[in-house]
């Protein structure tokens, strides 16, 4: 019985698949593109006709964990309009994904503010897809919940207080779920976003 022959999506993401692998593991330098299409079991030249560039790999494969991680994080959720508990809930949800996706959560800690994603990629990334961030950060500011600081910076500091909490949860597998470290992460982060 033969089995059903492999799609350009299939392929396409297996060239994905083994490049989160790869980058993590090895890291972004040192993986090469003859690496990852061994490890994707596609020849060469179909890595090249998906992806010109390592690079273009790299932006790729950062564009869609944040997008798997921004669906995750509206999913089954409903926001009530108090900006805190909202914020509350997403940062839980963040988290939860975190620790349910230990090698794309390694990705980010190793790529999120790394020069091998290019800015243009990232800008589109906080942007783009987390654009229900953005829009909770607006109508917190306009409601003096949080601080009145530029959006850019404040979404930043967002990004950086995440990556702290992943890493530490990342290094501290035990505490995962225990329910004072989640709380306390989620009011460290509040305490610097709110308007004093």
Same mark, same amino acid.
């Given at each position: 019985?033969?089995?059903?022959?492999?799609? /350009?999506?299939?392929?396409?993401?297996?060239?994905?698949?083994?490049?989160?692998?790869?980058?993590?593991?090895?890291?972004?330098?040192?993986?090469?593109?003859?690496?990852?299409?061994?490890?994707?079991?596609? $020849?060469?030249?179909?890595?090249?006709?998906?992806?010109?560039?390592?690079?273009?790999?790299?932006?790729?494969?950062?564009?869609?964990?944040?997008?798997?991680?921004?669906?995750?994080?509206?999913?089954?959720?409903? !926001?009530?309009?108090?900006?805190?508990?909202?914020?509350?809930?997403?940062?839980?949800?963040? /988290?939860?994904?975190?620790? $349910?996706?230990?090698?794309?959560? !390694?990705?980010?800690?190793?790529?999120?503010?790394?020069?091998? /994603?290019?800015? $243009?990629?990232?800008?589109?990334?906080?942007?783009?897809?987390?654009?229900?961030?953005?829009?909770?950060?607006?109508?917190?500011?306009?409601?003096?919940?949080?601080?009145?600081?530029?959006?850019?910076?404040?979404?930043?500091?967002?990004?950086?207080?995440?990556? $702290?909490?992943?890493?530490?949860?990342?290094?501290?597998?035990? !505490?995962?779920?225990?329910?004072?470290?989640?709380?306390?992460?989620?009011?460290?982060?509040?305490?610097?976003?709110?308007?004093?």
């Amino acid at each position: 019985m033969n089995s059903a022959p492999v799609t /350009i999506t299939q392929k396409k993401q297996a060239i994905l698949d083994s490049a989160l692998s790869l980058f993590v593991d090895k890291g972004f330098n040192a993986t090469s593109t003859a690496s990852i299409a061994k490890a994707a079991g596609v $020849a060469t030249g179909t890595l090249f006709h998906h992806f010109p560039a390592k690079n273009d790999i790299m932006n790729q494969l950062f564009l869609s964990i944040k997008q798997e991680f921004a669906n995750n994080m509206v999913s089954n959720i409903a !926001l009530c309009g108090d900006i805190e508990k909202d914020a509350n809930n997403l940062w839980q949800k963040a /988290i939860d994904w975190a620790i $349910a996706q230990p090698l794309k959560q !390694l990705f980010f800690l190793q790529y999120s503010m790394s020069a091998d /994603i290019d800015a $243009a990629v990232r800008k589109q990334a906080m942007t783009s897809i987390l654009g229900f961030v953005v829009d909770l950060i607006e109508q917190g500011k306009q409601q003096g919940i949080i601080a009145d600081f530029p959006s850019e910076l404040l979404l930043e500091n967002c990004h950086g207080q995440y990556l $702290a909490a992943i890493r530490f949860f990342t290094d501290n597998p035990h !505490l995962g779920d225990d329910k004072i470290h989640r709380s306390a992460s989620f009011k460290l982060f509040w305490h610097a976003m709110k308007a004093q």
